[in-house]
């Protein structure tokens, strides 16, 4: 089992700017996407004798890095590594790599079963990297498939929003060559807290880099009676363009109640290696949601976007 970690702080230095999304600025964001990549990736996982292995300190640092830029961006508090929890992903990334399946419940004929790897799958967000997570230097680009949460079969963005949820506090990493898992524990009720945002919008208020707005938008909202099924969300480009919009069933099974929408014609490409239209960047993007039921009131949100290219 890899070896304790001490637990992790991080600090980000912020800096101001004209339209920052919760203090970081399109470069800011950059800069932090560049020092959390994995480094080194050489995994020393053992399948003949079901040794999960174990992700360098370094790495580990960096992983969390990129959860917190995340955190970072939609306003909530920073988490901090748990050695326990980084041991059950480690076991939940390797039974889903030597397996070459993603299963919160798998069944005892998987190699390398035991309860406790079943108790760590349950426990863990689960993913296959993608292509797009590589690059030549063999670097890794962690995390950012959970915030994506790309597919249908992710509608309800269960892996954002609990990567995103207001009462989160610790989490583990684990990762192989070829999956990733972030365990995660529910709070209890001491471990309650009051956010530090009343929203929870992704992509956030403000300047978004490029490469972090995802095909799903949402709006999240850390109240414990909350009913989107009448909200309507209403998106306009600069100079008064609409944007269509289409709305997906609210679930509530996940961290914050939270409403999910996927904007049209944003995105050109394959899904899942899609880019931004030129005609969207550098623009700002009005979000309206209204009709939302909080608390037996009805309440609307708004806020800007402005999805950020860095290139010349």
Same mark, same amino acid.
């Given at each position: 089992?890899?070896?304790?970690?001490?637990?992790? =702080?991080?600090?980000?230095?912020?800096?101001?700017?004209?339209?920052?999304?919760?203090?970081?600025?399109?470069?800011?964001?950059?800069?932090?996407? $560049?020092?959390?990549?994995?480094?080194?990736?050489? =995994?020393?996982?053992?399948?003949?004798?079901?040794?999960?292995?174990?992700?360098?300190?370094?790495?580990?640092?960096?992983?969390?890095?990129?959860? &917190?830029?995340?955190?970072?961006?939609?306003?909530?508090?920073?988490?901090?590594?748990?050695?326990?929890?980084?041991?059950?992903?480690?076991?939940?990334? !390797?039974?889903?790599?030597?397996?070459?399946?993603?299963?919160?419940?798998?069944?005892?004929?998987?190699?390398?079963?035991?309860?406790?790897?079943?108790?760590?799958?349950?426990?863990?967000?689960?993913?296959?990297?993608?292509?797009?997570?590589?690059?030549?230097?063999?670097?890794?680009?962690?995390?950012?498939?959970?915030? $994506?949460?790309?597919?249908?079969? &992710?509608?309800?963005?269960?892996?954002?929003? =609990?990567?995103?949820?207001?009462?989160?506090?610790?989490?583990?990493?684990?990762?192989?060559?070829?999956?990733?898992?972030?365990?995660? /524990?529910?709070?209890?009720?001491?471990?309650?807290?009051?956010?530090?945002?009343?929203?929870?919008?992704?992509?956030?208020?403000?300047?978004?880099?490029?490469?972090?707005?995802?095909?799903?938008?949402?709006?999240?909202?850390? $109240?414990?009676?909350?009913?989107?099924?009448?909200?309507?969300?209403?998106?306009?480009?600069?100079?008064?363009?609409?944007?269509?919009?289409?709305?997906?069933?609210?679930?509530?099974?996940?961290?914050?109640?939270?409403?999910?929408?996927?904007?049209?014609?944003?995105?050109?490409?394959?899904?899942?290696?899609?880019?931004?239209?030129?005609? !969207?960047?550098?623009?700002?993007?009005?979000?309206?949601?209204?009709? /939302?039921?909080?608390?037996?009131?009805?309440?609307?949100?708004?806020?800007?976007?402005?999805?950020?290219?860095?290139?010349?």
């Amino acid at each position: 089992m890899p070896p304790f970690f001490k637990t992790l =702080w991080l600090c980000f230095l912020l800096t101001p700017g004209l339209v920052h999304a919760q203090g970081l600025s399109a470069a800011e964001q950059a800069s932090l996407l $560049e020092r959390s990549r994995l480094v080194d990736c050489k =995994w020393k996982e053992m399948a003949l004798t079901c040794s999960p292995g174990e992700v360098s300190a370094l790495n580990l640092q960096r992983a969390l890095l990129r959860i &917190n830029l995340f955190r970072t961006m939609v306003g909530l508090d920073t988490l901090i590594l748990s050695s326990e929890l980084n041991e059950r992903a480690q076991l939940a990334a !390797f039974m889903c790599h030597v397996n070459k399946r993603l299963e919160h419940h798998p069944s005892p004929d998987w190699r390398c079963y035991s309860a406790t790897a079943d108790s760590a799958l349950a426990q863990s967000n689960l993913r296959f990297y993608d292509e797009k997570d590589r690059n030549s230097k063999r670097e890794m680009e962690p995390v950012n498939g959970f915030i $994506e949460d790309h597919g249908a079969a &992710n509608s309800a963005l269960g892996h954002r929003r =609990w990567l995103l949820y207001s009462q989160l506090q610790r989490v583990g990493y684990g990762a192989t060559e070829t999956t990733e898992a972030i365990a995660v /524990v529910f709070p209890t009720a001491d471990d309650y807290h009051r956010p530090k945002t009343e929203r929870i919008a992704y992509p956030p208020p403000g300047d978004v880099l490029e490469q972090l707005v995802f095909p799903k938008w949402s709006l999240g909202l850390p $109240e414990y009676a909350v009913d989107f099924s009448r909200a309507v969300v209403t998106m306009t480009l600069d100079g008064g363009k609409l944007i269509r919009v289409r709305k997906l069933r609210p679930v509530e099974a996940y961290g914050d109640p939270t409403l999910v929408w996927e904007p049209q014609g944003i995105f050109r490409g394959k899904p899942g290696s899609s880019t931004i239209r030129p005609e !969207f960047l550098n623009k700002a993007i009005a979000v309206k949601v209204d009709g /939302v039921v909080v608390n037996g009131e009805k309440k609307s949100y708004e806020y800007l976007v402005r999805i950020v290219s860095l290139q010349p």
